[in-house]
Nanobody, 116 residues
Framework: QVQLVESGGGLVQAGGSLRLSCVASGSIFSPNTMGWYRQAPGKQRELVASMTSAGTANYPDSVKGRFTIARDSAKRAVYLQMNSLKPEDTAVYYC??????????WGQGTQVTVSS
């Protein structure tokens, strides 16, 4: 069984920064992809950033240049550095692990609130 535990959310003013962390435990296989998604009230969950175990990162245009994903394989961790935050970044942020192409695991989510 895989468990993902997120931390680092909170309240920040527009233009500020936050760093999210997610640590995985259990049976982790390579290759895999870890990433961050977010879901705002009334909206669908969307990709924020992902990174393969080989180090390839992927970002949607909405966060390019502001958010940076990083992984620490030894710690089984993935991080999301969020800079220049905007009120529209307000959402619950979820950590996700995908392995063996079909095994999907989600964290419990962490709230990020950006005030204007």
């Amino acid at each position: 069984q895989v468990q993902l535990v997120e931390s680092g959310g909170g309240l920040v003013q527009a233009g500020g920064s936050l760093r999210l962390s997610c640590v995985a435990s259990g049976s982790i296989f390579s290759p895999n992809t870890m990433g961050w998604y977010r879901q705002a009230p009334g909206k669908q969950r969307e990709l924020v950033a992902s990174m393969t175990s080989a180090g390839t990162a992927n970002y949607p245009d909405s966060v390019k240049g502001r958010f940076t994903i990083a992984r620490d394989s030894a710690k089984r961790a993935v991080y999301l550095q969020m800079n220049s935050l905007k009120p529209e970044d307000t959402a619950v942020y979820y950590c996700k692990l995908v392995q063996r192409g079909w095994m999907n695991y989600w964290g419990q989510g962490t709230q990020v609130t950006v005030s204007s």
